[in-house]
């Protein structure tokens, strides 16, 4: 089955207002900035996204937050990123702050068709008992918090329950992939790609080597095919256009 498309607009024409997606990367490391910036340019909007973080440096999905056109994040980190914080505080955005090996293990939970699980992680804290932020009023108080969560016992160690995710999209960026829809990452940038293109009921990959099948080793492959139902083969400017989000060099 060849699922390579002729271009970002073709591969993302179904997304629609109010979708939720989830989508690769950590910081500038394997984002699909192809397909985020083609999303942006399309216009959809009140998009639930699930991420580690939401965007750097004016790029990623930072793109599509910046232009209001996120409603909901479901990730594990802010960090530098000022607009998400403001939108945040602001009340304009919300935001599902979850530990990140329980997020890694929700999405790959959600892909697996396993509806729940049991973690340690947030035993003890608000992320079990509730009360988390997840939309202020723009005026310092809470408008929305989290809910609690199931607790049980194991063994005399408690955990508390997570529920796996599916969304409707998932965008990943691979560094090669055939037109089967098997993929390959590189090195750090097989963070949460692999997890997010699992999520996904319908998962777009951009790749930025398209080979045939068979050309990859089956060894090889971090991510197969069943996953995947649409390859966009990236050009080389487009494949090479990479950012640094803190260079560091010696004197």
């Not at 216009?43 to 937050?65: E, K």
Request: net charge negative; glycine share 12%.
């Amino acid at each position: 089955m060849d699922k390579v498309v002729a271009s970002a607009a073709q591969a993302l024409a179904d997304v629609h207002d109010g979708a939720s997606l989830a989508v690769g990367g950590f910081g500038l490391s394997g984002v699909p900035d192809v397909l985020i910036n083609s999303l942006h340019e399309l216009g959809v909007t009140d998009l639930r996204v699930v991420s580690n973080n939401c965007g750097a440096m004016d790029s990623g999905l930072a793109v599509l937050l910046a232009a209001g056109r996120i409603a909901r994040v479901t990730g594990s980190y802010i960090g530098a990123n000022k607009e998400f914080a403001r939108q945040y505080l602001a009340g304009e955005l919300e935001v599902e702050l979850i530990p990140q090996g329980s997020l890694a293990e929700r999405l790959r939970a959600g892909g697996a068709g396993i509806p729940a699980f049991y973690t340690p992680a947030g035993v003890g804290t608000q992320v079990a008992e509730g009360g988390l932020p997840w939309r202020y009023d723009g005026e310092g108080g809470v408008a929305l918090a989290s809910p609690p969560k199931e607790v049980r016992e194991f063994e005399g160690v408690e955990y508390v329950l997570e529920r796996g995710i599916r969304t409707d999209f998932a965008l990943v960026r691979a560094a090669k992939g055939d037109r089967h829809g098997n993929l390959v990452f590189n090195k750090s940038s097989r963070n949460f790609n692999p997890l997010a293109a699992m999520a996904g009921r319908v998962t777009i990959a951009e790749v930025e080597e398209l080979v045939e099948p068979g050309e990859i080793d089956p060894d090889a492959v971090h991510l197969p095919g069943i996953f995947v139902q649409r390859v966009l083969a990236l050009t080389h400017q487009q494949a090479a256009d990479k950012k640094i989000e803190q260079r560091t060099v010696s004197t």
